[in-house]
C-alpha cells in the first residue's frame, strides 16, 4: 500500500524527541499544495499519538502509517 | 419598520460583544519559575502549540525573568541590592538549574548532557525556535523593576514587550488554554 503513496515532498525527523517532529511537520505541510501529500519519517515513538493529534486538530489527513523496526514513516496529505 | 432597526441595532451590538468574548485559539502562559526542567517544559508547550495551529503568548515575572538575561550582557548603574540579585540569580537560559535532583550542580550537568545526547533541544535553542515560530514574549515591569534588571541585559528576541498584570489578563480572557509554570 505505501509503496504506492507518491508523495510530494519528503521530510527526515529521525532522531528528532518532542517537540521538534510536530514543529517541523507543521512547518512542513505549508511547503505543499493543498491535495499533495508529504511523507515524514520519525523514529519518536510518541509521535504514533503525536501525529494524528495533530493531524485532527489542523484538518490534515493520516492516509498511511508504515511502523518499521525503528522508523515509522506517516504520509499526510495536506487537506487545509 | 423602526423598531424593527432599532431591534436589529441591539442584537447586532449584542452579537458583537459576545464574539469578543469568544476565546480565541491562543494559549497563554506564565512563566513564573527559573528552574530548567519547567523552563524547558515552558517552551516545548510553547512551541508545540504553535505546531497545533494556534497563537502562543508567553508572560516571564518573578524568578522566570532570568530566563530572559544575555549571557554576555551587562547593565550599569545598578544599587548593591540589584548587583546581588544579578549575582545570585542564573545568568540566562543556559546558567539554570533542575528543580529537582541539583546536586550542587552534577544533576543539572548529567541532565543537560543527557540532553544532548538524546537530541533534545537545549533551552537556548527552544528560546531562538519560540522566536522564529513567532511565540509572543511579554515580560513583567514590574518584576524586573524588583529585582533590579534593565531592559538592556535581556536577550536578542523578535517579539518582546514589557508589560503589566492587564496586558496578561487580556490575553488570557482570549485563550482556550492559560497556564501558570
Given at each position: 500500500m505505501s509503496n504506492e503513496i507518491?508523495?510530494?515532498?519528503?521530510?527526515?525527523?529521525?532522531?528528532?524527541?518532542?517537540p521538534m517532529p510536530v514543529v517541523k511537520i507543521s512547518k512542513g505541510i505549508k511547503e505543499v499544495e493543498v491535495g499533495q501529500v508529504v511523507e515524514a519519517v520519525?523514529?519518536?515513538?510518541?509521535?504514533?499519538?503525536?501525529?494524528?493529534?495533530?493531524?485532527?486538530?489542523?484538518?490534515?489527513e493520516i492516509i498511511d502509517t508504515v511502523q518499521g523496526d525503528k522508523e515509522i514513516t506517516f504520509y499526510i496529505k495536506r487537506i487545509v | 419598520m423602526e423598531e424593527l432597526q432599532k431591534q436589529i441595532d441591539e442584537l447586532k451590538a449584542q452579537m458583537g460583544a459576545m464574539d469578543a468574548r469568544i476565546a480565541g485559539n491562543k494559549l497563554s502562559m506564565i512563566v513564573f519559575s527559573g528552574d530548567l526542567d519547567k523552563a524547558l517544559a515552558a517552551f516545548i508547550i510553547g512551541t508545540g502549540a504553535v505546531a497545533m495551529g494556534m497563537e502562543v503568548v508567553m508572560?516571564?515575572?518573578?524568578?522566570?525573568?532570568?530566563i530572559l538575561r544575555a549571557k554576555n550582557k551587562k547593565a550599569k548603574g545598578k544599587d548593591p541590592v540589584s548587583k546581588m540579585f544579578g549575582a545570585m540569580l542564573p545568568k540566562g537560559a543556559s546558567n539554570l538549574k533542575l528543580s529537582n535532583m541539583n546536586m550542587a550542580g552534577a544533576g543539572t550537568a548529567m541532565m543537560k548532557s543527557l540532553m544532548a545526547k538524546k537530541n533534545v533541544a537545549s533551552m537556548d535553542e527552544m528560546i531562538e525556535m519560540a522566536g522564529e515560530l513567532g511565540v509572543k514574549i511579554y515580560v513583567c515591569e514590574m518584576s524586573m523593576d524588583l529585582m533590579g534588571f534593565k531592559p538592556e541585559e535581556i536577550i536578542e528576541y523578535p517579539d518582546l514587550t514589557y508589560c503589566g498584570v492587564a496586558k496578561f489578563l487580556e490575553e488570557a480572557i482570549n485563550s482556550k488554554i492559560q497556564l501558570f509554570l
Open positions: 507518491k508523495a510530494d515532498k519528503t521530510l527526515d525527523l529521525k532522531g528528532l524527541p518532542c520519525t523514529t519518536d515513538p510518541g509521535s504514533l499519538t503525536d501525529f494524528p493529534a495533530w493531524a485532527r486538530t489542523n484538518g490534515h | 508572560f516571564f515575572t518573578f524568578w522566570g525573568i532570568p
